[in-house]
């Protein structure tokens, strides 16, 4: 069974961009996270999806937004980037049976310049 | 209140020793205390978990010993091997049967053969 896959596993982008990450969660997994792991902030909660809504919510601006299709799959999104936004962004799903199983993928690499 | 704390930032221990790594929280709400392993380059792996109304879980070397009247939980790494040098962290859900987990800031172990 394959795990968390998030894609691109790197990039670099310039201040003012945006960059839209994507996350496909284990096979039958509708549940959805995405947390931002810097080495300053540590790893910080931002968004949780379920069934293509959204449930909860991170203490994050408004320039972070996500979503989730019909598929499970999730993407992410971050507009107007700041030189603070680098960071890995770190996706993970969990089943309706065991919810409280949490498996993280191997993240995707922000850099801002 | 959605602060988990957690100590040392780093830990130095021999092979054959016992690792401790310590965490504290304050929002009596959270429900459900796991410890994550990330290795360099990779997502945090669920490593065990425990419930606030155990006060004790133990799995192969890993032991979690959690004091609910204290709100503290450890991690306990018997017998520690160089192959459990890693980044090891805390959380905490206050949100049952949510994704939206509070991390520790992590310990750094380095386990010296």
């Known amino acids: 069974k394959a795990g968390v896959t998030q894609t691109p596993r790197y990039l670099i982008k310039t201040r003012g961009q945006q960059v839209t990450l994507s996350c496909s969660p284990i096979?039958?997994?509708?549940?959805v996270s995405w947390y931002q792991q810097t080495p300053g902030q540590g790893l910080q909660f931002l968004f949780e999806y379920f069934s293509e809504t959204q449930r909860n919510k991170g203490n994050f601006p408004g320039r972070f937004s996500g979503r989730q299709f019909s598929n499970s799959r999730s993407e992410m999104n971050v507009s107007t980037l700041e030189l603070g936004d680098s960071a890995l962004y770190l996706c993970?799903?969990?089943?309706?049976?065991?919810?409280?199983?949490?498996?993280f993928g191997e993240g995707s690499w922000l850099t801002v310049v | 209140q959605q602060q988990v704390k957690q100590s040392p930032q780093s830990l130095i221990v021999q092979k054959g020793g016992i690792s401790i790594i310590n965490c504290a929280y304050e929002n009596t709400a959270f429900d459900y205390f796991p410890w994550y392993q990330q290795f360099p380059g990779k997502g945090p792996a669920l490593l065990i978990a425990i419930r606030p109304d155990v006060s004790e879980k133990k799995e192969g070397r890993f032991t979690i010993s959690f004091n609910k009247s204290a709100k503290q939980f450890s991690l306990h790494i018997m017998d520690s091997q160089p192959g459990d040098s890693a980044t090891y962290f805390c959380a905490a859900r206050g949100i049952q049967g949510a994704q939206k987990l509070v991390f520790g800031q992590g310990t750094r172990l380095t386990i010296n053969p």
């Open positions: 096979s039958g997994h509708r549940s």
């Open positions: 993970a799903s969990s089943s309706d049976s065991f919810r409280n199983t949490i498996y």
